[in-house]
C-alpha cells in the first residue's frame, strides 16, 4: 500500500492575554497522496492569517495541535515526529556562523553521510541551485533569494521524502519570484520521489508550481470561534494543467486565479486577535 501523510480532524488555538482564545484550526483534514515517480507538489494556499503557519508546525512537528494527529500511513500508521519532514522556514534561518558550503555539509553529515560525501552532495547542491561562486560567504553576505536557496538545498541534503516550505515567494521581487517559479518547477520535476508542500497566500505563484491547490480559510459569516479548515481543493494535475509552460496564459488558470482571488480569498476571515 502507498504511503499517505494524513491530518486528521486537527484543531488548534492559542491563549491570548486577557484570557481569550483565538481559535485558529478547526478540524483540518488533508490526506496528500503518494503519486511515485511523477512530480508532486501540492500548495495549502490561504490569506495571510488564515494559519497557514499554525498547521505547517503542526505537520512538522514542532508544534502539537490540540486535538487531531498528524500521521504516515502504510497500512500501518505512525505519528510525524520532528525531524521527519524536511521544511525551510520563511526567513530561511541558517547557520549564521558557517559559510554556504559549511551550510550544506553540516546537515548532510547529520543524515549520516561521511565527510566526503557530504562535502560531495553539498557541491553537486551547489551546483544545481547555481550557488557554487557563494560557497565560501557567510548567510550575512547573501540576498534573501540566496539565503532561500541555500535553505531549500540544506533541505535535499537528507533523504527525506516529504519537503515543505512556508512562503518561498514573500519579500521577493518580481524578477525573484519568477526565478523561485522556475527553480520550485525544476527541482519537483527533477526529484520526483519526494514530495513537495508549500505553504503560500501568493495566488497566482501557487498555480504556476503546483499540481494540487488545497485552499485554507473559514468563511466570513462562520461563528468568530471558529478556526480556519481546508474549504475547497482544486487538482491541477487532474485538469491537465500541471507543471506546462506558461500555464498563466490559458483560460483556465485566469478563471482558477480569479475565483480564489474575488470569490474565496475575500470570502476567508483573516484571524484578528
Ligand atoms: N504562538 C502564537 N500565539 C498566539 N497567536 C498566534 C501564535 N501563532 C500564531 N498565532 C495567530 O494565529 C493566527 C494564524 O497565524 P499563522 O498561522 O501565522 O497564519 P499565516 O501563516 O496563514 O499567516 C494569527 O492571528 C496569528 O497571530
Ligand atoms: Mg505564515
Redesign the pocket.
Known amino acids: 500500500m502507498e504511503e499517505l501523510l494524513k491530518i486528521e480532524n486537527v484543531s488548534k488555538s492559542?491563549s491570548?492575554k486577557g484570557g481569550k482564545t483565538?481559535q485558529?484550526l478547526a478540524d483540518v483534514n488533508l490526506t496528500i497522496e503518494n503519486t511515485p515517480d511523477r512530480p508532486q507538489m501540492m500548495s495549502v494556499l490561504?490569506?495571510?492569517?488564515?494559519?497557514?503557519?499554525?498547521?505547517l508546525r503542526i505537520l512538522t512537528g514542532l508544534d502539537k495541535p490540540d486535538s487531531g494527529t498528524v500521521s504516515f500511513n502504510n497500512g500501518e500508521v505512525r505519528k510525524v515526529c520532528i525531524g521527519d519532514i524536511g521544511v525551510a522556514l520563511q526567513e530561511s534561518p541558517l547557520f549564521d556562523d558557517r559559510t554556504v558550503l559549511q551550510n550544506l555539509i553540516k546537515p548532510a553529515k547529520q543524515g549520516g553521510l561521511s565527510s566526503e560525501q557530504a562535502q560531495d552532495k553539498a557541491l553537486k547542491l551547489m551546483e544545481e541551485f547555481d550557488l557554487l561562486e557563494f560557497s565560501n560567504l557567510y548567510p550575512s553576505q547573501l540576498s534573501r533569494q540566496q539565503r532561500q536557496r541555500v535553505a531549500i538545498a540544506q533541505q535535499l541534503t537528507q533523504n527525506r521524502r516529504y519537503i515543505i516550505l512556508d512562503e518561498p515567494f514573500f519579500g521577493l521581487d518580481p524578477n525573484h519570484i519568477s526565478y523561485t517559479i522556475n527553480l520550485l518547477k525544476t527541482l519537483v520535476n527533477k526529484y520526483t520521489k519526494n514530495t513537495f508542500i508549500t505553504?503560500t497566500?501568493d495566488i497566482s505563484s501557487a498555480l504556476m508550481v503546483s499540481d494540487k491547490i488545497c485552499l485554507l480559510g473559514k468563511p466570513n459569516n462562520s461563528d468568530e470561534k471558529n478556526g480556519a479548515y481546508i474549504v475547497k481543493e482544486y487538482d491541477l494535475f487532474e485538469e491537465g494543467l500541471a507543471y506546462r509552460n506558461r500555464i498563466e496564459d490559458l483560460p483556465r488558470f485566469q478563471t482558477i486565479r480569479k475565483e480564489i482571488k474575488n470569490v474565496y480569498f475575500p470570502s476567508l476571515v483573516i484571524?484578528?486577535?
Do not use: D, E, I
Open positions: 492559542f491570548l483565538l485558529v490561504g490569506p495571510t492569517g488564515s494559519g497557514k503557519t499554525t498547521l505553504f497566500h484571524a484578528k486577535n
